[in-house]
Structure formats: C-alpha cells, structure tokens
Nanobody
Framework: DVQLQASGGGVVEAGGSLRLSCAGS????????IGWFRQAPGKETEWVSC????????YYADSLKGRFTISRDNVENTVSLQMNSLKLEDTAVYYC??????????????????WGQGTQVTVSS
C-alpha cells in the first residue's frame, strides 16, 4: 500500500520559515511524482508545488515562486518543502500526494491517487 506521511507543520511568525517533509513507504517512491497541496479554512484545495519522478524537475504555483522550494531524496524516500518568508495567507493544512500516471507533474489534484494526512501550518502576525 502507498503510504505518505506529512510532517513539519507548526506555528510560525510571519516572515519565518518552516520545512515540511513527506515520507513515503510501501511503494517505489522514485517512480512517483510528489505534489504538495494546501487547504485553508473555507477555501478549496490549492496546488502548491510538485516534483517529478526521474530528473526531479520542480514546479510551483506562480504566487509561491521564490519563497517555496521543493526537493526529494529517493534514498530516504522523502520530499521536502522549504517555506520561507511565510505570510498570514500561507496558513492552511498542507498535504502531500503521489502520482505515477506519467512523467509530468500534475498541477491539479485529480491525477494524484494517494494522499497523506495533512500537517497544519499556522502563520501568526
């Protein structure tokens, strides 16, 4: 079974940083693209970032470019999301998800077949 475990959330002041981690088990981790999504209270799920299988190309939501960095370690079976210069509007539950339907990185939730539980990120003023 594909299992994903997201961690690293917490409370941070605006302008601070957090590093989220997504640990995978039970599947060939390097054969999957891994994406990060977030959902703020009362809002729809938002695609945040994704890293491909193979060459590990990284993609970001336009609004997050320059602040967030995604990376993967296929030996440790983890994907990290480094979040810097956090803003109040980054407050959300963050989820990681896995997709192996192709070599590209989906920028929407539907192709991702397996999801981890979320980790709460709260940015305070």
């Amino acid at each position: 079974d594909v299992q994903l475990q997201a961690s690293g959330g917490g409370v941070v002041e605006a302008g601070g940083s957090l590093r989220l981690s997504c640990a995978g088990s039970g599947f060939a981790f390097d054969d999957y693209a891994i994406g990060w999504f977030r959902q703020a209270p009362g809002k729809e799920t938002e695609w945040v970032s994704c890293i491909t299988r193979g060459d590990g190309s990284a993609y970001y939501a336009d609004s997050l470019k320059g602040r967030f960095t995604i990376s993967r370690d296929n030996v440790e079976n983890t994907v990290s999301l480094q979040m810097n210069s956090l803003k109040l509007e980054d407050t959300a539950v963050y989820y990681c998800a896995a997709d192996n339907t192709g070599w590209a990185c989906p920028d929407r939730a539907v192709p991702f077949s397996d999801w981890g539980q979320g980790t709460q990120v709260t940015v305070s003023s």
